[in-house]
Structures are given as structure tokens and as C-alpha cells.
């Protein structure tokens, strides 16, 4: 029985082939994947967003226009194309640079096999900054006295600091608060932490253009804009309420407790625990032991080579042989110490 275009679809059918996958091709897909995909989540997140909504207007007018033959329209279209896209790249400029500036920062193997950053049994500061940070906080939440301290990470923070005053001391509780005092020349701006040191002390920061509450001032702007163009850590102390929060890779927490303060600044110290510390210890113990023991029997090794090499017996003993009595090279000893060098 025949069916109208069965035929058809055979030759159809019998002229697919299916293209040869190279390892590279695969590669290429996964890239471009993940490019769009941080492409799209990046307009989403900007003011690029708006802007795109306004573009596809624009479109849909250009659309219509060719459609319908509007010549007027289409001449302006064609004329002032080149101009847009320029003026696209300057509207974008902040949203474009804190992207490029987020693509260097980004770690790519940690983020795809998910690898913690390796810690260390100092930290990135010790315990007692982290006493001191909150003491001076608490303190300072107390009695209502403004404060912006700004914690480095790995993102230098030398252009800032330059912005500022060198200090370069110590970090202290009673050094901080003396700083943030009212009406001392200090007071006004952002101090610089890096590790256990005060870098610098009325420091200018970048103020967020997120929208925050309006009950949140210039210092919680400026500790946003901060987070979002490095990964410090930023601490701030209210002068109209006392609160205390901080803010991290563009987000805030607000009014937080000492605990919770402690805590951020514990994470963010990303040093090794105890027990930790007692593992470690005892893997390095364990690997010296054995070490030693490697180079006892190596050394017995060639002790004996050399011996049985010049001819004579070495005599049973419970020590390690001593070196051959003969003033020849014996060909065995110098076979295991060039393999040894």
C-alpha cells in the first residue's frame, strides 16, 4: 500500500548520518554553555536587565518597521547603529568592569571540583584580633560611636589604604575605638585590617549602588561597595542606633549579635582546629619515623654492597657494618649512591 510522501521520508531517513563527536567538540558546547549562562545570570542581576527590556522595545519597533517598509524609520536605525552600541559599552561600563573583575577573581578548579582554601595553623589572623575586633565593636555598639573597619582578604586593598592615613600598629580594641572617637581627626572613614595590623585609618571606600534600607547610611553604603568590588570582610557599628553588622561579597547582615560576629570573623580566619592541628603533627611525626628508618636501611644496604664488593665477609653483628677496609670502589656502592644523588 502506498502512502503520499512515505517514500520521501525513507530517503529522508536513510540520508541522516550522525556527525563524529570529538572530545573537543564536547569541550566547546561546555564552554559556551557556561559563558551564557553567567552571561544571562550577570544581566539579570545588573541594571543591564532594565536596559535589555529597553533594547527588545527598540527591536520591536525596528521589527515592525522593516516590516511595514518604513523607510524614515529604517534610515534612522541604519544611521545611528554604531552610536548605540558605544553608547551600550558606556552605560555598562561599572556593570562590565565588576564583571571582568569577578571573572579574575574567580577560581575555576575550586568551583568545579569544589576544593576549600587550604588552611594553615595561623590563619589569616590570630585568635586574639578576633577578641579584639569584637571587643572594640561591642564596645562601640555601647556608647553609639560610628565605626568601618574593613578586613582583607586575598584582594589587595592597597589602592584604598592609600586613600588614607598609615597607621601601621597593631590591632587593639583600645587602639579602634580611640580612633573612632568623635571629633578626632581619625574618626571619618574606614580603617584598613590586614592580618594582625592596622594598615590605615580614614581610608575612602566605594559607595554601593544597590538599594539598601533607607534606614542604613553612608558607612553600611560604603561597606557594601567594598564587598562587592573584593571579598573583604567589612564590619560596621551604627552612630544612630548602635548595631552591629557586616557585609561579605555583596550581601549584608545586619544587627548581629557578638557571637555572630565572632563567628564570621572565625570563618573568614580559616585556621586550622585542634584537632586538626594534632592530625597534622602526628602525620608528620609518622612520615619521619619512617623516613628514618628508609635511610637506617638504605645506609645498611650500601654498607653491605660495599663489603661483599671488596671480597670480604662482613661478621654478623647487631650494629650497622661500618665501611669497607679495602681502598677500592666497589662497584655496587657507587650504583646505590648515584641512584641515591
Known amino acids: 500500500m502506498n502512502i503520499p510522501g ?28 557556561y559563558l551564557a549562562y553567567h552571561i544571562l545570570l550577570w544581566i539579570k542581576n545588573t541594571r543591564a536587565w532594565q536596559l535589555m527590556k529597553g533594547i527588545s522595545v527598540v527591536l520591536a519597533i525596528a521589527f515592525a518597521a522593516a516590516f511595514f517598509n518604513m523607510t ?3 534610515w534612522i536605525f541604519q544611521h545611528f547603529a554604531g552610536i548605540a552600541v558605544t553608547a551600550l559599552v558606556i552605560i555598562l561600563q561599572p556593570e562590565l568592569r565588576n564583571a571582568m573583575e569577578e571573572l579574575g577573581r574567580r577560581n575555576f578548579l575550586s568551583s568545579i571540583f569544589r576544593m576549600e582554601p587550604s588552611k594553615t595553623e595561623e590563619g589569616r589572623f590570630s585568635d586574639r584580633t578576633i577578641n579584639e575586633l569584637v571587643r572594640a565593636c561591642t564596645e562601640m555598639g555601647r556608647v553609639k560611636t560610628g565605626a568601618l573597619i574593613v578586613i582583607e582578604q586575598t584582594t589587595p586593598l592597597v589602592e584604598y589604604a592609600r586613600s588614607g592615613i ?9 587602639l579602634l575605638i580611640n580612633i573612632f572617637e ?18 590605615s585609618a580614614t581610608s575612602y571606600l566605594p559607595l554601593s549602588s544597590s538599594r539598601l534600607d533607607k534606614n542604613l547610611g553612608t558607612r553600611h553604603r560604603a561597606g557594601m561597595g567594598i564587598s562587592e568590588e573584593t571579598d573583604a570582610l567589612t564590619l560596621i557599628v551604627s552612630e544612630e542606633t548602635g548595631f552591629i553588622s557586616y557585609t561579605y561579597k555583596g550581601q549584608l547582615w545586619n ?5 555572630e560576629l565572632r563567628g ?31 635511610w637506617q636501611a638504605l645506609r645498611r644496604s650500601r654498607s653491605g654492597s660495599g663489603t661483599s664488593g671488596a671480597g670480604k665477609p662482613s661478621e654478623p653483628s647487631g650494629d650497622a657494618p661500618g665501611p669497607p677496609e679495602t681502598s677500592k670502589e666497589p662497584v655496587s656502592t657507587g650504583e646505590e649512591g648515584g641512584a641515591h644523588d
Open 182 to 199: 568623635k571629633n578626632t581627626p581619625l574618626h571619618d572613614g574606614a580603617v584598613i585590617i590586614k592580618g594582625n595590623r592596622i594598615v
Open 264 to 294: 564570621a570573623l572565625i570563618r573568614l580566619q580559616n585556621k586550622l582546629s585542634e584537632e586538626e592541628v594534632k592530625n597534622r603533627n602526628n602525620a608528620r611525626s609518622a612520615f619521619k619515623s619512617i623516613s628514618g628508618l628508609g
Open 6 to 33: 512515505i517514500d520521501s521520508f525513507y530517503i529522508f531517513i536513510s540520508q541522516l548520518r550522525i556527525p563524529a563527536v570529538r572530545w573537543t567538540d564536547v569541550v566547546e558546547v561546555l564552554i559556551i554553555a
Open 166 to 174: 598609615d597607621i601601621d600598629g597593631i590591632v587593639s580594641s583600645q
Open 72 to 74: 524614515t524609520i529604517l
Open 255 to 259: 544587627k548581629v549579635t557578638p557571637e
